[in-house]
C-alpha cells in the first residue's frame, strides 16, 4: 500500500514537472513594423525547445532558432518579400505558444505592374463608344500601390473611345489588356454591274460598305440581292469580305431590276440588260 501511494505521487510530480508553465520570452528589439526580409530578431528566454514563424494573413513564415547565453534569436529562412498586412510572430515551446503583434512591410519594391481594365471590352459606334477604366498598380509581392493619379488605390473614370475600327491595348506587352472597336452597320450601298457575252452571267458588285465612321464594314456581314424581271422576284445572299460581295446571275435573256440590302439599309435600283 505504502509503496503504491509512493508512485502515485511520484506520477504527480513527473507529471506537475513536465507541464511547468515556461516564460513568455521578451522581445528585446521589438517593433510594430517589421521590415521583410527580417532582421535578426532577438529574444530574452530560457531554455531551448524554441521554435518560431510569422503568421501572414496569406501563409506562415517559417523562422531559424539560434541560441544565444540569454535566449534565442530568430532569422528569416529565405530572403523574399511578402504581401503586406497585420501578422503575428509566434514562438513556442512544447505546447505553449506566444504571440507577438506586428504590421509587415518590404523593404524594397521591384517589378511594380500597371493594371487597367476596360469594361466592356468590345463597343460598337451602333450603340455606345463609352468605355469604364479602372487603374491600379501592384508589386512582385501582389500589394497595391498608389495610383500616379489622385494618390489612391485605384483610379476610376468613364471614357469615350475614338470610333476608329481596331484592336487596341491599353498596356502595350500585354495582350490581356486588348479591347476592340468594332465597325458598326453600313450607311449606304453601291451597286455596279458587268455583262458576260460569252457567259452570259451578271457580275453584281455592292460596296466598298462602311459606317458613319467611314470603318470597313465586318467581314461577313450578310448582303441580299434582290432582283425581279416582269414575271417573278428573286433573292441570293452572299458574305462581306474587306467590304465588298459580289454574286453571280444568270441572264436567262431577261432583263432585271435589282437592290442589294443589308438590315434596313436599301440601295438604289440598278436594271440588269444582257
Known amino acids: 500500500m505504502r509503496n503504491l501511494f509512493f508512485h502515485i505521487i511520484l506520477l504527480f510530480s513527473l507529471t506537475a514537472c513536465k507541464n511547468k508553465a515556461v516564460e513568455k520570452p521578451v522581445w528585446l528589439n521589438k517593433t510594430t513594423m517589421l521590415s521583410m526580409p527580417a532582421d535578426s530578431l532577438v529574444f530574452k528566454a530560457k531554455g531551448k525547445n524554441w521554435k518560431a514563424s510569422i503568421l501572414s494573413f496569406t501563409q506562415p ?19 523574399y518579400g511578402i504581401t503586406e498586412g497585420p501578422a503575428q510572430i509566434v514562438v513556442s515551446n512544447d505546447n505553449q505558444q506566444f504571440y507577438y503583434q506586428v504590421n509587415l512591410l518590404n523593404k524594397e519594391r521591384s517589378a511594380i505592374t500597371n493594371k487597367d481594365y476596360r469594361s ?8 455606345s463608344l463609352q468605355q469604364q ?45 486588348s479591347y476592340y472597336v468594332l ?56 458574305a462581306l469580305l474587306d467590304g465588298v460581295a459580289t454574286v453571280f446571275i444568270p441572264s436567262n435573256n431577261k432583263k432585271y431590276s435589282l ?9 438604289n435600283s440598278i436594271l440588269l440588260i444582257p
Open 120 to 127: 466592356p471590352k468590345t463597343v460598337n459606334p451602333d450603340s
Open 61 to 79: 513564415i517559417p523562422l531559424s532558432v539560434n541560441y544565444s547565453d540569454s535566449g534565442f534569436i530568430l532569422y528569416q529562412r529565405t530572403m
Open 183 to 238: 465597325a458598326g452597320s453600313c450607311v449606304s450601298i453601291n451597286v455596279k454591274s458587268t455583262y458576260n457575252k460569252e457567259k452570259e452571267i451578271f457580275t453584281v458588285t455592292a460596296g466598298p460598305l462602311n459606317d458613319k465612321y467611314n470603318n470597313t464594314v465586318a467581314d461577313g456581314t450578310l448582303v441580299a440581292f434582290i432582283y425581279s424581271d416582269e414575271e417573278q422576284t428573286y433573292r441570293m445572299e452572299t
Open 133 to 177: 477604366q479602372i487603374i491600379h498598380t501592384i508589386d512582385n509581392w501582389r500589394n497595391l500601390l498608389y495610383t500616379k493619379q489622385k494618390l489612391q488605390y485605384f483610379f476610376e473614370e468613364e471614357i469615350t473611345l475614338s470610333p476608329k475600327a481596331g484592336t487596341f491595348r491599353t498596356i502595350a506587352d500585354e495582350p490581356l489588356s
Open 259 to 267: 437592290k442589294a440590302k443589308v438590315n434596313e439599309t436599301i440601295s
